[in-house]
């Protein structure tokens, strides 16, 4: 059943490749996201994995022109969040050279970074704002690591000041991967210590069926806050969209977080 699985997974992979290099050149960015929300779709599918979106907006229109900010626990994260809007990806450069999954990152509008370079950072900073004056959502992961979803970590406020220099708003979301049957925190999706990529797909495709829940949180707005500040607030709503508690995750300051949260859009 596994290797069936796996084979399945496979195949769709491949198609996706397809799909990347010989329709996506002609299609238009609707068209090209689309097929990216279908195809990650059925890729959680294939992974037993359910996706469960909880929307806390006051209003739930899509994301426009605004960098989500999520606590990074797998590289499925990068599809779950697919599932509910297809996202612009902020990555580690050596990502690109992984096979496959690199090639599709790539083709996919993943922007690549050389974190040990003050250069390309600011480079990275500059595109980004770019990106999302243009319309597009461009996903970070500011913990810079991936934990096992019990805590977030601490953010890095470097890429934080891309929405600050472009006047643009930061989109909170919490995710978190669970046991369908039991409520309990699954293991098995965390991409943590040594463990390779295969190794977690394969823990993936054995564990019961995992529910991956997407908690949306209000806008952030990046007025009068500096980078660190603007990451503290960021951080805080995304502990609080997945259930943290100051047993289990560093609390922030109080006062940070009220100034931060945008108002709703119809008040603005």
Same mark, same amino acid.
């Given at each position: 059943?596994?290797?069936?699985?796996?084979?399945?997974?496979?195949?769709?992979?491949?198609?996706?490749?397809?799909?990347?290099?010989?329709?996506?050149?002609?299609?238009?960015? &609707?068209?090209?996201?689309?097929?990216?929300?279908?195809?990650?779709?059925?890729?959680?599918?294939?992974?037993?994995?359910?996706?469960?979106?909880?929307?806390?907006?006051?209003?739930?229109?899509?994301?426009?022109?605004?960098?989500?900010?999520?606590?990074?626990?797998?590289?499925?994260?990068?599809?779950?969040?697919?599932?509910? &809007?297809?996202?612009?990806?902020?990555?580690?450069?050596?990502?690109?050279?992984?096979?496959?999954?690199?090639?599709?990152?790539?083709?996919?509008?993943?922007?690549?970074?050389?974190?040990?370079?003050?250069? $390309?950072?600011?480079?990275?900073?500059?595109?980004?704002? $770019?990106?999302?004056?243009?319309? $597009?959502?461009?996903?970070?992961?500011?913990?810079?690591?991936?934990?096992? =979803?019990?805590?977030?970590?601490?953010?890095?406020?470097?890429?934080?000041? #891309?929405?600050?220099?472009?006047?643009?708003?930061?989109?909170?979301? =919490?995710?978190?991967?669970? $046991?369908?049957?039991?409520?309990?925190?699954?293991?098995?999706?965390?991409?943590?210590?040594?463990?390779?990529?295969?190794?977690?797909?394969? #823990?993936?495709?054995?564990?019961?069926?995992?529910?991956?829940?997407?908690?949306? =949180?209000?806008?952030? +707005?990046?007025?009068?806050?500096?980078? +660190?500040?603007?990451?503290?607030?960021?951080?805080?709503?995304?502990?609080?969209?997945?259930?943290?508690?100051?047993?289990?995750?560093?609390?922030?300051? #109080?006062?940070?977080?009220?100034? #931060?949260?945008?108002?709703?859009?119809?008040?603005?």
């Amino acid at each position: 059943m596994i290797a069936l699985r796996k084979l399945v997974l496979f195949l769709h992979i491949l198609h996706g490749m397809l799909v990347c290099a010989t329709v996506f050149p002609w299609i238009g960015k &609707e068209a090209r996201r689309r097929r990216i929300r279908n195809w990650s779709q059925r890729m959680l599918a294939i992974c037993g994995v359910e996706l469960e979106v909880e929307d806390r907006r006051t209003r739930r229109t899509l994301p426009h022109g605004a960098m989500l900010v999520s606590n990074h626990i797998s590289w499925l994260d990068i599809y779950v969040i697919h599932c509910w &809007e297809p996202t612009r990806f902020v990555a580690k450069s050596e990502i690109r050279g992984w096979p496959v999954i690199g090639w599709l990152c790539d083709k996919t509008g993943t922007i690549f970074i050389e974190r040990a370079s003050k250069r $390309d950072a600011h480079r990275v900073l500059h595109q980004i704002a $770019d990106e999302m004056k243009q319309g $597009d959502l461009v996903g970070v992961f500011p913990e810079g690591t991936t934990t096992d =979803g019990s805590k977030v970590l601490p953010f890095h406020a470097n890429l934080l000041q #891309a929405p600050i220099a472009g006047d643009l708003p930061v989109q909170p979301v =919490g995710l978190s991967y669970i $046991d369908a049957a039991t409520g309990e925190l699954a293991l098995a999706p965390a991409y943590i210590d040594d463990i390779t990529l295969l190794q977690c797909l394969d #823990a993936i495709l054995r564990a019961p069926k995992i529910k991956a829940r997407l908690t949306i =949180g209000e806008e952030l +707005r990046p007025e009068g806050l500096g980078r +660190r500040e603007l990451a503290e607030a960021a951080r805080a709503v995304v502990v609080e969209l997945r259930g943290g508690s100051p047993a289990t995750d560093m609390q922030q300051d #109080a006062g940070a977080l009220p100034a #931060a949260i945008a108002e709703p859009a119809a008040s603005r």
